[in-house]
């Protein structure tokens, strides 16, 4: 896309680096955004922070993207005119217009390619501003709804008042929030903006808890970097890779996916590091009366790398994403008062699957990860029934720990291939031993179904697959994990 001409200096310092320029001015931007973010919290009126919001954010997305960012202005402006004139039509409105407009953008830019090629586009944001676009026409779609048919998560967050123009605009460009995310409802924005809510009376300082996460940022990349020199994605379509043992491939590819996250682990970072310092990621207070910075987390490294249950990962993994998932697919496809299905699984993954983009090796990917939280669910129903010496056993961890990173980097193989032939060709090299492993534990429980807890006794809680409740601000929700249990009425969960 068209915008500002690369200088000399910077065609100098992208070649040091070894990045491409698109990527180096991605990367500038991003830096910049937590200066810019920590400047934010600083801007004494509301309108003030609205117009720093929408001055700053259109900046740090126009210096990598060019031209390409007034894409943005289309679904938007759309999205906020339905609202406005078609508010009851509004919610399957947006839907519609906005996942149109991302999968036109994923075609024309093919955008997989690119990214894998170390072109930058505004496909990566438009992708952010999609669930944006989406959760705020829902929201105020709830509004015209009466309290006791929304759950406790949709009453919290539902939109009255349609928000004003700058409104809008600052919540689209949210001082660089499209360059990496995350995705965060317009009524926390708009509680922040104006000072409501938990940041009501004013909030502590996040200058050192951001920086720590700066730093962590700066460590996964390191990582990443170093690591990608002997494995990386191109290495699983290399010869060197089908000439080895089984043993040896089934270890690089444990290996190459796993190095592959750390770029996610180092933007994520970079991201919370914005919202800490400018005041935004602030969640209160805990239990223990220390300061909390954890109210758009999008990544727990340890919980995710060393997970031992694979419907656990969504609370853990691209949180965010996980949260709209959730609240905007999941709940609203399952039927009130029934509990969710294996089919409301599936669409929510094809959901998440095109919403990365039209290449096969992201369906291939979401519809797998369906098999994995089922086959993590079936493990949980017959585990409740052991002895807790028993689910705790080291052996046991450990072999739970080994099936969740193996059919995790199993699958994901696919998402870092993209390609269908290829993706398939990964996984025959190890006899598709990951699906056999999660559709095997599927059939057992077919025809071995695990007992139902015993009435006399309470049934073993499972601290991996419970959830928190939809009333606290955290957003350790975990969607993957739930169609265990029956769903009790909204009041109540």
Not at 72 to 100: D, E, G, H, K
Not at 266 to 280: D, M, P
Not at 287 to 305: A, C, S
């Amino acid at each position: 896309m068209s915008g500002v001409p690369p200088f000399q200096w910077e065609n100098d310092l992208s070649a040091i680096v070894g990045l491409t320029i698109s990527e180096f001015r991605f990367a500038v931007s991003f830096f910049l955004s937590v200066f810019i973010s920590w400047c934010w919290r600083f801007v004494p009126t509301s309108q003030g922070r609205h117009l720093y919001a929408v001055v700053t954010g259109f900046c740090l997305i126009y210096y990598p993207f060019g031209n390409g960012c007034f894409h943005a202005l289309v679904p938007s402006t759309l999205t906020y005119a339905i609202m406005r004139y078609m508010r009851p039509q509004a919610a399957s409105l947006a839907w519609f217009i906005n996942f149109c407009y991302l999968i036109a953008c994923h075609v024309s830019s093919a955008s997989g390619t690119a990214w894998k090629e170390g072109h930058m586009d505004f496909t990566g944001a438009q992708m952010v501003l999609t669930l944006k676009m989406i959760s705020a026409a829902v929201c105020y779609h709830d509004g015209l709804m009466p309290a006791q048919e929304l759950t406790p998560y949709q009453e919290s967050r539902k939109l009255v008042a349609m928000p004003s123009p700058l409104e809008w605009l600052s919540y689209i460009f949210a001082s660089g929030n499209l360059l990496a995310g995350p995705f965060f409802e317009l009524r926390d924005y708009r509680d922040y903006i104006q000072r409501q809510g938990a940041w009501d009376g004013g909030f502590p300082s996040g200058l050192v808890p951001g920086v720590v996460r700066l730093l962590k940022a700066l460590l996964c990349m390191a990582f990443h970097l170093r690591m990608t020199q002997g494995f990386n994605a191109s290495t699983l379509e290399s010869a060197w890779y089908y000439s080895q043992p089984l043993w040896s491939r089934i270890v690089v590819l444990y290996l190459v996916p796993t190095i592959y996250r750390y770029k996610y682990y180092f933007a994520w970072a970079v991201a919370e590091s914005g919202l800490t310092v400018s005041g935004f990621n602030y969640n209160g207070k805990s239990d223990r009366r220390t300061y909390q910075w954890d109210r758009y987390v999008n990544t727990r490294i340890r919980h995710v790398e060393f997970q031992t249950s694979l419907a656990k990962l969504p609370e853990h993994w691209n949180v965010c994403t996980g949260l709209f998932l959730r609240q905007y697919v999941y709940e609203r496809l399952t039927v009130k008062g029934k509990p969710p299905t294996f089919f409301t699984l599936i669409v929510t993954q094809l959901v998440s699957g095109i919403w990365h983009g039209l290449f096969p090796g992201y369906v291939l990917f979401f519809i797998s990860s369906a098999l994995m939280f089922q086959s993590s669910k079936v493990l949980y129903r017959y585990e409740r029934n052991w002895p807790k010496q028993v689910q705790n056993f080291p052996l046991w961890v450990v072999a739970k720990w080994a099936y969740t990173a193996f059919c995790l980097n199993y699958c994901a193989s696919a998402f870092m291939i993209l390609t269908f032939k290829e993706s398939l060709a990964v996984w025959r090299s190890i006899s598709f031993l990951g699906h056999f492993l999660m559709i095997a534990l599927i059939l057992v429980s077919i025809v071995l179904p695990p007992r139902s807890p015993k009435k006399s006794m309470p049934a073993v809680k499972d601290e991996q697959h419970q959830q928190k409740p939809e009333s606290q601000p955290s957003l350790k929700t975990n969607w993957a994990a739930d169609t265990h249990t029956a769903r009790t009425a909204p009041a109540a969960r």
